[in-house]
């Protein structure tokens, strides 16, 4: 008996540690997401300095360049 009691113990470390490793890969993957979303952002800020932000809006989807206008004049 004793015999099954270490085989259901060692598969439940293995399940154990089969979801805690799916829990850090996808607080890994979370990480990555919110450094290339800042990346992104990073980049969108010199393009907006160096090209004007009247180009860069032209050249923006009609949904974003709403977005940015109704944020912009509601907060500053």
Partial sequence: MTYYGFVIQTKEKQMSSLHNDYLDQQEDNKQEEEHQKFVIIQEFSRL?????????????????RDELKFILKREW
């Fill in 48 to 64: 907006v300095l160096s090209e004007g932000p009247a180009s860069v809006l032209g050249q923006m989807d009609d949904e974003a």
